[in-house]
């Protein structure tokens, strides 16, 4: 297969050079970006009159019967080529004739190159984006299921005060949110197209950049043909979004698996979604999280090679950004797979409401409220934690919690318990006066439900 830039070399590429050089194995899945920008860019180049336009017609005409055939099968990517735009350019110059040799006419490969990896970028944080506004569809529909579930929250994994489920759904759903207002604000940065930008100086020809540009639905032609050719920001930007989608499907993994542990038994793993082991008849085990988790750590290892690959590279293009592509293919597929599985997985969930309620009375959550019960009668604020957690102690040697004592019990440690104690540290009482903006009260909780799902509605619909 003749290279396309073979016409000063008098003798051919070795072998062992030429499978080392070549991106067709990798770069072949750009298929559909790189006919859809060269389409953009024929019809371009026959409105301005710098190829026929019968020319740019056989062309485009070509492309489209490349595309079809790529994509029932009939085109397979093999024959030894350099990449996909040599094969593509190949196969229409076999197909059409001369005409087909006029297609790179005012473009190079670093030009081309730049707007198949943006637009399939941007394709693919248009899906991810639309997978997480998924994701956060799951969580919205067990938050209003669950305002009502009480369960222990806690600090550094020590139980801390009484909460609900939807409260703790909440706060993912918060991270979630964040990751989809940084994959918009990606999607804004990287919409300009590079198409046009030459090989690093532009061109002579007189191209029509902002044509090509609306026809390929970006907002504007990047402005420096030098940072058109060399930008990879965008998918740094990208694998960086990514990134933080995989740590917090990491965190909310590590949740789930302790919380499917048979200390916690919060939670029980549908059987689609779990696998046993080969020798223990009893084991159930959360796969889907620990693979999460897991993969974590590799699209990280995506990310650190792309900016390793990055660092020192001068102006423009250089051989180098060729590394681009396969770590962010892997991340790009990583974190899709990750986010629509675990979407799935958690909608199938099983929780169990009677054990979360149980632990968080056994775990002394409604402490804090016991201490404001004092200080509310009286009792400087320092006293009252020093009682409540001497009561606290009392009831560990016992085995007992705070609300399973009697009020002599109580008023051996402070002679101002009353009655009403008990119905101040239950679990209700404790949730439900928690209304500031953001807690885990009903009010609050329904409030913040309402609003979420408003915000939902704006970004599904734009």
Same mark, same amino acid.
């Given at each position: 297969?003749?290279?396309?830039?073979?016409?000063?070399?008098?003798?051919?590429?070795?072998?062992?050079?030429?499978?080392?050089?070549?991106?067709?194995?990798?770069?072949?899945?750009?298929?559909?970006?790189?006919?859809?920008?060269?389409?953009?860019?024929?019809?371009?180049?026959?409105?301005?009159?710098?190829?026929?336009?019968?020319?740019?017609?056989?062309?485009?005409?070509?492309?489209?019967?490349?595309?079809?055939?790529?994509?029932? @099968? =009939?085109?397979?990517?093999?024959?030894?080529?350099? +990449?996909?735009?040599?094969?593509? $350019? #190949?196969?229409?110059? *076999? &197909?059409?004739?001369?005409?087909?040799?006029?297609?790179?006419?005012?473009?190079?490969?670093?030009?081309?190159?730049?707007?198949?990896?943006?637009?399939?970028?941007?394709?693919?944080?248009?899906?991810?984006?639309?997978?997480?506004?998924?994701?956060?569809?799951?969580?919205?529909?067990?938050?209003?299921?669950?305002?009502?579930?009480?369960?222990?929250?806690?600090?550094?994994?020590?139980?801390?005060?009484?909460?609900?489920?939807?409260?703790?759904?909440?706060?993912?759903?918060?991270?979630?949110?964040?990751?989809?207002?940084?994959?918009?604000?990606?999607?804004?940065?990287?919409?300009?197209?590079?198409?046009?930008? @030459? =090989?690093?100086?532009?061109?002579?020809?007189?191209? +029509?950049?902002?044509?090509?540009? $609306? #026809?390929?639905?970006? *907002? &504007?032609?990047?402005?420096?043909?030098?940072?058109?050719?060399?930008?990879?920001?965008?998918?740094?930007?990208?694998?960086?979004?990514?990134?933080?989608?995989?740590?917090?499907?990491?965190?909310?993994?590590?949740?789930?698996?302790?919380?499917?542990?048979?200390?916690?038994?919060?939670?029980?793993?549908?059987?689609?979604?779990?696998?046993?082991?080969?020798?223990?008849?009893?084991?159930?085990?959360?796969?889907?999280?620990?693979?999460?988790?897991?993969?974590?750590?590799?699209?990280?290892?995506?990310?650190?090679?792309?900016?390793?690959?990055?660092?020192?590279?001068?102006?423009?293009?250089?051989?180098?950004?060729?590394?681009?592509?396969?770590?962010?293919?892997?991340?790009? +597929?990583?974190?899709?797979?990750?986010?629509?599985?675990?979407?799935?997985?958690?909608?199938?969930?099983?929780?169990?409401?009677?054990?979360?309620?149980?632990?968080?009375?056994?775990?002394?959550?409604?402490?804090?409220?016991?201490?404001?019960?004092?200080?509310?009668?009286?009792?400087?604020?320092?006293?009252?934690?020093?009682?409540?957690?001497?009561?606290?102690?009392?009831?560990?040697?016992?085995?007992?919690?705070?609300?399973?004592?009697?009020?002599?019990?109580?008023?051996?440690?402070?002679?101002?318990?009353?009655?009403?104690?008990?119905?101040?540290?239950?679990?209700?009482?404790?949730?439900?006066?928690?209304?500031?903006?953001?807690?885990?009260?009903?009010?609050?909780?329904?409030?913040?439900?309402?609003?979420?799902?408003?915000?939902?509605?704006?970004?599904?619909?734009?």
């Amino acid at each position: 297969m003749a290279q396309l830039w073979g016409g000063r070399f008098t003798k051919g590429t070795d072998e062992a050079v030429k499978e080392f050089n070549d991106s067709l194995p990798f770069d072949q899945r750009l298929y559909r970006e790189d006919i859809r920008g060269s389409i953009a860019h024929a019809r371009m180049l026959g409105i301005q009159g710098i190829i026929s336009p019968e020319d740019s017609a056989k062309i485009e005409e070509g492309l489209n019967g490349i595309l079809a055939d790529i994509e029932s @099968g =009939a085109l397979t990517f093999e024959g030894g080529y350099e +990449d996909i735009h040599s094969f593509v $350019e #190949a196969h229409l110059t *076999d &197909r059409i004739g001369e005409a087909g040799k006029r297609l790179h006419t005012g473009r190079s490969r670093n030009d081309q190159v730049a707007l198949d990896m943006k637009l399939y970028t941007r394709r693919k944080a248009e899906e991810i984006r639309e997978d997480v506004l998924g994701l956060l569809e799951v969580l919205a529909d067990l938050m209003e299921k669950h305002i009502g579930t009480y369960m222990p929250g806690f600090t550094h994994l020590q139980k801390a005060q009484p909460t609900t489920l939807a409260h703790h759904l909440g706060a993912y759903f918060e991270m979630f949110r964040r990751d989809v207002t940084r994959l918009n604000d990606t999607i804004v940065r990287m919409n300009e197209c590079p198409l046009g930008a @030459g =090989a690093m100086a532009g061109t002579t020809y007189p191209l +029509d950049r902002e044509y090509t540009a $609306e #026809a390929l639905s970006f *907002d &504007r032609p990047t402005r420096n043909s030098m940072d058109s050719v060399s930008d990879r920001d965008y998918l740094i930007e990208f694998l960086s979004d990514l990134s933080l989608i995989m740590m917090h499907l990491s965190r909310f993994s590590e949740e789930l698996i302790l919380w499917n542990s048979n200390e916690y038994r919060f939670v029980e793993m549908d059987d689609a979604f779990s696998t046993g082991s080969s020798i223990m008849p009893q084991k159930k085990n959360p796969d889907i999280c620990e693979l999460v988790r897991g993969k974590t750590g590799r699209v990280y290892g995506d990310l650190v090679s792309l900016l390793t690959t990055m660092k020192a590279i001068p102006l423009a293009y250089n051989k180098d950004m060729q590394e681009d592509k396969e770590p962010a293919f892997d991340a790009i +597929d990583t974190a899709q797979s990750c986010v629509r599985l675990f979407a799935q997985m958690l909608s199938t969930v099983t929780f169990r409401e009677d054990v979360m309620r149980r632990s968080a009375v056994l775990g002394f959550t409604n402490a804090t409220d016991a201490a404001d019960y004092l200080v509310g009668k009286g009792v400087p604020f320092r006293d009252a934690h020093g009682i409540i957690g001497r009561i606290v102690l009392y009831c560990i040697e016992r085995n007992e919690s705070i609300d399973d004592l009697s009020l002599e019990e109580l008023r051996s440690f402070s002679p101002v318990f009353d009655e009403d104690i008990y119905d101040a540290i239950s679990l209700e009482t404790c949730v439900e006066k928690r209304l500031t903006a953001g807690a885990p009260g009903s009010d609050a909780m329904r409030d913040e439900i309402s609003e979420s799902r408003r915000w939902l509605d704006s970004q599904i619909k734009e």
